[in-house]
């Protein structure tokens, strides 16, 4: 009995050691998992906003861009903390499986932020030419005025439905009046700059909505999803 007590005890020891090992190990795993689960939801709020803050600025109801760097700068935060959390997780089959999804959704992510990047130059082109359009006056002089009068008239309505549809048609259309337009104003510098302007929107404004719809259509939401 004498040496049975020992090994009694030893036995007991190690359960209770084994026990206490699984328990830390699961309340670690747990802890790991609430962490990730709350930055993957940080991250899904702060893709919705990104979406929202470009279509916003496509709609040129944001002054600047700020809010988009910012919350383009918080997306890669929190998918760097996602990463940072995976390598803490203790079983090797799980961890495996996070650091493949968690590595899809960060490229998913760099895609739409590198699409975001393109909208913000080409916007910006586009938002600078509208304003010149907008804010300065054309005055038509020389022997052709009656002509460029008439083809500048034009002009307006096309590009009110160009702008709203964005319809190739209508950016053909466009170009076919700036191009009966061009020579009536040789010689007259603001037609000509104008013309400049109009040629520029007509060109960005598709680069503009295939960022745009780049962006709405970013696979981001599915592997955010995936990952959680």
């Known amino acids: 009995m004498r040496t049975t007590w020992p090994s009694v005890a030893i036995v007991a020891g190690l359960l209770g050691l084994l026990t206490y090992l ?12 609430g962490r990730m689960q709350a930055e993957v939801q940080a991250l899904a709020l702060h ?3 990104l979406t929202r803050d470009v279509l916003l600025a496509r709609a040129g109801l ?15 935060q929190n998918s760097d903390a ?12 799980a961890k495996a499986l996070l650091d493949q999804r968690v590595a899809a959704l960060a490229t ?38 009656a002509e460029a009068a008439q083809a500048w008239s034009r002009l307006a309505p096309m590009l009110l439905r160009y702008l709203q549809l964005s ?6 259309e466009l170009h076919a009046a700036l191009n009966r337009l061009l020579p009536t104003a040789a010689g007259d510098t603001e037609v000509q700059t104008a013309v400049r302007h109009l040629r520029l929107v007509v060109t960005v404004l598709p680069q ?21």
């Open 22 to 33: 699984l328990q830390e190990s699961r309340s670690h795993d747990l802890s790991v998992r």
């Open 62 to 76: 944001l002054p600047n861009y700020d809010a988009v760097a910012q919350t383009s700068q918080e997306l890669s």
């Open 47 to 49: 893709d919705a906003e």
């Open 167 to 172: 319809e190739p048609s209508v950016g053909h």
């Open 108 to 145: 998913a992510l760099q895609d739409k932020r590198d699409a975001v990047e393109d909208f913000k130059s080409a916007n910006a082109v586009l938002r600078n030419s509208l304003l010149y359009l907008t804010h300065t006056p054309v005055r038509l002089s020389g022997q052709g005025e």
């Open 82 to 93: 996602l990463r940072q959390e995976t390598v803490t997780v203790s079983d090797p089959a």
């Open 208 to 228: 503009v909505d295939t960022a745009v719809h780049e962006i709405v259509d970013a696979p981001a939401g599915d592997a955010t999803h995936s990952s959680q």
